[in-house]
């Protein structure tokens, strides 16, 4: 257990809805990052934040959005879904907005219909 | 081309075998990491380098700066050690955020 939590496990929607994911850094920790894994794109870096601020972005789309909550939680916002968003969604979390180790949660699996 | 490339993509051992997976990178990094996802998908953070040697129970963990590669072994492999094995990087400068390789598959044979 890395002490990195998401929820929810498991989402299955429709296109063009919207679905909220939540991640939980371990105690402690600072810094927040979103990553996607797809079976054709692999795992991708989407955004980073840091103490409620966005330190980074990556391949994200315009239609995803997330922030960081004054506790610290994390919240990865899809919207008009299509099925190529079907993935799974992890959040990592670390202490220091740099270099270190990051400690993964177990993920969001969402399936887009 | 990928900035991250790892060889096999695809291994099968048998239990106790020494096991070399092997990662190759084209641009300048600042760290590079290796994690562990099991079939179930958690991802395990097993290394982090930036130079020489890192040791961890049977896994052992090196990096060359020069050549731009990086080695994992695992020695006296066991079946639970089936997994995918990542490669990952930092690039240059103090960004945290990962570039990751396709990934390795292994299987260990009882």
């Known amino acids: 257990d890395s002490g990195v939590t998401q929820t929810p496990k498991h989402l299955i929607t429709a296109t063009g809805q919207r679905v909220t994911l939540r991640c939980s850094p371990r105690?402690?920790?600072?810094?927040v990052y979103w990553y996607q894994q797809s079976l054709d794109q692999g795992l991708q870096f989407l955004i980073h934040?840091?103490?409620?601020?966005?330190?980074a972005k990556g391949n994200i789309l315009e239609r995803f959005s997330a922030q960081q909550f004054p506790d610290l939680h994390s919240e990865l916002n899809l919207s008009s879904l299509e099925l190529g968003d079907s993935a799974l969604y992890f959040c990592?979390?670390?202490?220091?907005?740099?270099?270190?180790?990051?400690?993964f949660g177990p993920g969001t699996r969402l399936t887009v219909l | 081309k990928n900035e991250v490339e790892q060889s096999p993509q695809n291994l099968t051992a048998q239990e106790g075998e020494f096991i070399t997976i092997n990662c190759s990178y084209s641009v300048g990094i600042s760290a590079l990491h290796w994690l562990q996802q099991h079939p179930g998908g958690g991802i395990v953070s097993l290394f982090m380098?930036?130079?020489g040697k890192k040791k961890h129970g049977r896994l052992i963990a090196t990096i060359n700066i020069q050549e731009k590669h990086s080695s994992l072994h695992i020695t006296a492999s066991h079946p639970r050690d089936s997994a995918v094995y990542i490669c990952a990087l930092n690039y240059g400068g103090s960004q945290g955020n990962l570039i990751f390789g396709k990934g390795t598959k292994l299987s260990v044979k009882p």
């Open positions: 380098l930036s130079s």
């Open positions: 934040y840091y103490n409620g601020e966005e330190r």
């Open positions: 105690s402690g920790d600072l810094s």
């Open positions: 990592a979390s670390s202490v220091s907005s740099g270099i270190d180790t990051q400690y």
